[in-house]
């Protein structure tokens, strides 16, 4: 299932507002560029005649690329099926026609999409394994009573043969925490296992 938050539904407001004909040039260049791994689907002039064209603000055009990508990139993540993702983004709101439009978009470029994000990898380096330890930290031997519990987190990262380079490395990254830095880390990362799970 598709996740959108507050800012990727103000850019389904611009797919709304924003004419069909265009929307549907549009939503196939940003496909293009995905398929091609391009990060940047226009220039700086492109970008500039495209506002002008669709009468919007420069950062409005940004925002309205910004969701087709958001859109295109978890339809690959989540493998959905045409007609599955024409439902979600009429439950969003996206009207019959613009929705159709990315659904035709998604039916002749998801092949091509899936296997270029299936290529790429989020980062050169991966966990490759995790170790902590737990201790009490104070100011002085005669301040024990304000001594302060501090986490250690060391972080084994590694560089694949596959990556640039092509020699495997590996590092180490020691990371402290203090009770209430751990805390918020949790929570971001159980934030981060609840959209995963969303896209199963």
Known sequence: MLQFNK?????????????????????????????????????????????????????QTKHLVSTVQHIMHQAAQAMVRPAALG???????????????????????????????????????????????????????????????VAHLQLGLERGSGMEGGKESKEKVVVQFDQEQLFGLYSQLEQIQEQLDALR
């Open 87 to 149: 439902e979600q983004l009429r439950g969003e709101g996206v009207t019959e026609e613009r929705a159709e439009v990315i659904v035709q978009n998604w039916s002749t470029h998801a092949r091509a999409i899936v296997d270029r994000l299936r290529q790429n990898t989020l980062a050169d380096k991966q966990l490759g394994e995790v170790g902590w330890s737990l201790n009490l930290e104070t100011a002085s031997s005669t301040q024990a009573r304000q001594a302060r519990p």
């Open 7 to 59: 800012r990727s539904k103000a850019g389904l407001a611009i797919i709304n507002a924003t004419d069909v004909g265009k929307i549907s040039g549009l939503v196939g260049r940003v496909c293009t560029a995905i398929a091609s791994g391009r990060s940047q689907v226009f220039t700086e002039e492109e970008e500039e005649k495209l506002s002008a064209s669709l009468g919007l603000s420069k950062e």
